[in-house]
């Protein structure tokens, strides 16, 4: 992670830190709109697997999140942390890790389409 500190009197000594960085694949930019989103899982709590038809940039506020995208390996996410799901890419795991405490994470699309945001995967 790169970490930039400026000294601007404006801001009184900001501290910047770059949390994720990724290329984005071609988009049209003619209806590009993002969207952003509060998700929270209760103790326990997950999603089905599933598809985005955009990226999708995620950020957890709260708790712990267990995830796994795109075949790769599960990950525990703590506050701070950052994901990215690339498009179409299957988000096979998306779970509260926690049996006592919610999990609660933003989720930021950013689309160029009007197709439904989220798509179950068939099982």
């Given amino acids: 992670m790169a970490v930039a500190a400026r000294s601007d009197p404006a801001t009184h000594d900001a501290r910047v830190r770059e949390l ?6 071609s988009l049209d930019g003619s209806r590009l709109k993002f969207r952003v989103f509060e998700v929270t899982y ?8 599933h598809r985005h038809p955009c990226p999708v940039i995620g950020y957890v506020l709260d708790g712990a999140l267990r995830a796994g995208i795109g075949g ?7 506050v701070g942390d950052t994901f990215f799901e690339p498009a179409n890419e ?7 890790s ?8 933003l989720a930021i699309f950013l689309c160029d389409n009007t197709r439904p945001l989220s798509v179950a995967e068939p099982r």
């Fill in 20 to 25: 994720l960085e990724r290329a984005l694949p």
């Fill in 42 to 49: 209760a103790p326990n709590g997950s999603d089905e697997p």
């Fill in 72 to 78: 790769g390996p599960e990950r525990i996410l703590h």
């Fill in 90 to 96: 299957i988000h096979g795991v998306s779970a509260n």
């Fill in 98 to 105: 926690s049996e006592k405490e919610p999990v609660r994470f």
